[in-house]
């Protein structure tokens, strides 16, 4: 292909790509295909001869499409959305076009400054503390990682690092990893490391268990609170979607559980050096006690100052999974309810009432809930119309990064790195090579602005809130039953089962009255999925099936989450019709 077939082969895809998003709800959201349809269609080896540009795209129609889920479409209500916008593809085509392994600074430092400067920007729209800021007072900033699993495992290697370093006295002076081991010191952390134990809340996302068997260090979980069961109508028809972050059912992981935890591992012997503090879990987008958090982990600091032998505790490195619900911070009331802006009151009107007395200003600041946590990660591909991928992992000191992660090989020294004057982000992460992923950052900032980024969440946001209303109404007769959310764009819910009086006979009230709704929450999740119409995913909390719904897909509109209530309310009837009176 040459440069001028290239412009011919290029403007008609982008034709094709444009109808694709302009039709995509003709299609049916998930495919049909069965395991190995492609290995039926396609040849069994390359073709020896270069093909026309014209035969391989129309095989993109024919071949691929039917293989195809459609995670744009605006009935796609499963898991949680993956992002895409045309900013953002338009930054996947530079990227693509400046195709590059640029692990250090030098092998373009437009890549590697663009990325500072963007990972800087979005930490301000988030409102993120200034530790997180790569100019701020910590040594902290920002890196673009694959996956927020990625980004949990590279916070643990670093905080790994952090924790023996402080645990075990330095080296002598001069001596460094290439130096002979130093037995001793060694057997300690290999006697050190057995005990270290990783922790996240029972809802915390699968990643953090993962990271933690890569590493071959220990993970234990930590139960969450709540959930209560509502039947009346939420209150989140706020204009600007203010409460996104409220609704049903916790499930979160609260200061005193996590105390409770850390004592008991410390009885047994444990160290716990980590832990995943989760913004949006992946069930029910619960937000941890972020707060709870702080005031556990300093007073468990304390006790073990205190305790017996006062040997004291490595420092728990605290790690925010914010994978989706993180970019909601992009609101300002978002940030207001999570807590995450500090806040300075002056509480001296208030002194002055009550004591009849004029007192001198009385200021006090309240620090932001993640002040003094230590990474915070959030995918801009899920919810904030970039695309897969862009995990933007923070870190409020980079120095345990590249302790942990900067390998030296002689083929890698530069001018520019031993001057330390530049970053070389391959010391951020596990691969060595990296592509140009701060375009399509740049280009959605730019594009959307601030303004329009927060349109967006909260547009999706408030079809959530819809939905869980038209689940409530009338309309509905009472067939569901909200098990969490509207949260960030989320629902949970069920149905609500035929009432004590007719629940399975032969169990006891309870349990048969909770045994028929999940058989029916089944029977109607299976029929939702097979009509093709839309695609939903399921959960089960404490024994109780669940089907989420989630809004936050940028192609989805009021019609499209009515016409999936209206659907689900034709199912949940044929579902009760076919039940054995
Ligand atoms: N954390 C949470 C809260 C998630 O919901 C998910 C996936 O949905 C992940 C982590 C993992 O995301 P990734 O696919 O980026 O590794």
């Known amino acids: 292909m040459d440069s001028e077939?290239?412009?011919?082969?290029?403007?008609?895809?982008?034709?094709?790509?444009?109808?694709?998003?302009?039709?995509?709800?003709?299609?049916?959201?998930?495919s049909t295909v069965e395991p190995g349809y492609l290995r039926e269609i396609l040849p069994n080896e390359a073709p020896d001869k270069g093909e026309r540009w014209e035969d391989i795209q129309k095989d993109i129609e024919a071949k691929i499409m039917p293989g195809i889920t459609h995670w744009q479409h605006p009935s796609f209500h499963a898991f949680f959305p993956c992002a895409s916008s045309y900013p953002s593809m338009l930054g996947e085509l530079y990227s693509a076009a400046l195709s590059g392994a640029c692990f250090n600074w030098i092998c373009s430092p437009a890549v590697t400054e663009l990325e500072t400067i963007v990972l800087d920007w979005l930490a301000k729209l988030l409102?993120?503390?200034?530790?997180?800021?790569?100019?701020?007072?910590?040594?902290?900033?920002?890196?673009?990682?694959?996956?927020?699993?990625?980004?949990?495992?590279?916070?643990?290697v670093a905080a790994r690092e952090k924790y023996l370093h402080e645990k075990l006295p330095p080296r002598p002076q001069g001596?460094?990893?290439?130096?002979?081991?130093?037995?001793?010191?060694?057997?300690?952390?290999?006697?050190?490391?057995?005990?270290?134990?990783?922790?996240g809340s029972s809802m915390a996302h699968s990643s953090t268990r993962k990271a933690a068997k890569v590493l071959g260090l220990r993970f234990e979980t930590i139960a969450v609170t709540d959930g209560h069961v509502s039947s009346?109508?939420?209150?989140?028809?706020?204009?600007?979607?203010?409460?996104?972050?409220?609704?049903?059912?916790?499930y979160a992981l609260t200061g005193p559980a996590l105390l409770a935890k850390l004592r008991d591992c410390r009885a047994r012997g444990l160290e716990p050096f980590f832990l995943t503090a989760t913004l949006g879990t992946t069930d029910t987008c619960a937000v941890d006690d972020f707060s709870g958090i702080a005031e556990a982990l300093a007073q468990f600091r304390a006790?073990?100052?205190?305790?017996?032998?006062?040997?004291?505790?490595?420092?728990?490195?605290?790690?925010?999974?914010?994978?989706?619900?993180?970019?909601?911070l992009v609101?300002?009331?978002?940030?207001?309810?999570?807590?995450?802006?500090?806040?300075?009151?002056?509480?001296?009107a208030q002194i002055e009432n009550e004591t009849g007395t004029p007192k001198a200003a009385n200021v006090t600041a309240r620090s932001g809930v993640f002040d003094t946590f230590h990474s915070f990660d959030t995918n801009m591909h899920k919810w904030l119309l970039t695309h897969f991928d862009a995990s933007c992992l923070y870190v409020r000191d980079r120095s345990w990064f590249v302790r942990a992660l900067g390998v030296g090989q002689a083929v890698y020294h530069n001018a520019a790195s031993s001057g330390g004057l530049v970053t070389d982000y391959r010391e951020w992460q596990i691969p060595l090579g990296r592509r140009f992923r701060a375009l399509k950052i740049w280009f959605v900032l730019r594009s959307f602005g601030a303004e329009g980024l927060r349109a967006h969440i909260r547009r999706t946001a408030r079809l959530g809130a819809l939905f869980a209303e038209l689940l409530l109404s009338e309309e509905a007769q009472g067939m569901f039953e909200l098990l969490a959310g509207p949260r960030f764009a989320l629902t949970v819910f069920r149905m609500a089962g035929r009432g004590p009086s007719r629940a399975m006979a032969g169990k006891g009230k309870v349990e048969g009255e909770e045994t028929e709704k999940n058989t029916l929450t089944r029977k109607l999740y299976e029929k939702i999925n097979h009509s093709g119409k839309v695609w939903v995913t399921s959960t089960v909390l404490e024994g109780r099936f669940a089907i989420r719904f989630m809004t936050g897909v940028w192609k989805t509109e009021e019609e499209h989450v009515r016409m999936a209530h209206s659907l689900f309310v034709d199912l949940a009837r044929e579902v009760l019709a076919e039940q054995p009176t």
């Open 303 to 328: 006790e073990c100052r205190e305790g017996p032998g006062g040997d004291g505790a490595g420092e728990v490195w605290v790690h925010v999974d914010a994978a989706y619900a993180g970019t909601a």
């Open 175 to 199: 001596q460094n990893d290439d130096d002979d081991v130093d037995q001793e010191r060694e057997d300690a952390l290999a006697h050190l490391r057995a005990r270290m134990v990783a922790l």
């Open 127 to 156: 409102g993120l503390p200034a530790t997180f800021l790569s100019t701020g007072p910590t040594n902290g900033g920002g890196v673009i990682q694959g996956s927020a699993s990625e980004a949990v495992l590279t916070a643990m």
């Open 5 to 30: 077939e290239f412009r011919r082969a290029a403007l008609s895809s982008i034709d094709e790509i444009v109808k694709y998003y302009d039709h995509i709800s003709e299609r049916r959201v998930v």
């Open 232 to 250: 009346s109508p939420p209150g989140t028809s706020d204009a600007r979607g203010a409460d996104m972050t409220t609704g049903k059912g916790g």
């Open 331 to 348: 609101c300002p009331e978002v940030q207001d309810a999570i807590g995450v802006r500090g806040t300075a009151r002056d509480t001296s």
